[in-house]
């Protein structure tokens, strides 16, 4: 079964910016069409960002024109691009496969705080 391993999150100050890291544990990344996801406590998981084998990609209307999704196929790797960071982006951040969805990660943790 395919696992990720997010990366990359961290403390940061509002305006500031962050790279997220997903290493998959298979070459899942170029076949599917791949997301990052958040969970802010007592809130549902949200998809947040998501990139298609063809690398066509969209956005959630709240981190449209801030975050960026890509992916490298040959590190099996999806990253997120966070720039002008808000308070409200702090969360968990996930991703996985967002058709078919495997066993989800540990995630890595966003906190967005002066």
């Known amino acids: 079964q395919v696992k990720f391993v997010e990366s990359g999150g961290g403390l940061v100050q509002p305006g500031g910016s962050l790279r997220l890291s997903c290493a998959a544990s298979?070459?899942?990344?170029?076949?599917?069409?791949m997301g990052w996801y958040r969970q802010a406590p007592g809130k549902e998981r949200e998809l947040v960002a998501r990139?298609?084998?063809?690398?066509?990609?969209t956005y959630a209307e709240s981190v449209k024109g801030r975050f960026t999704i890509s992916r490298d196929n040959a590190k099996n790797t999806v990253y997120l691009e966070m720039n002008s960071l808000k308070p409200e982006d702090t969360a968990v951040y996930y991703c996985?496969?967002?058709?078919?969805?495997?066993?989800w990660g540990q995630g890595t943790q966003v906190t967005v705080s002066s």
């Open positions: 996985n496969n967002v058709y078919s969805p495997t066993s």
């Open positions: 298979g070459s899942i990344v170029s076949i599917y069409t």
């Open positions: 990139i298609t084998s063809g690398r066509t990609t």
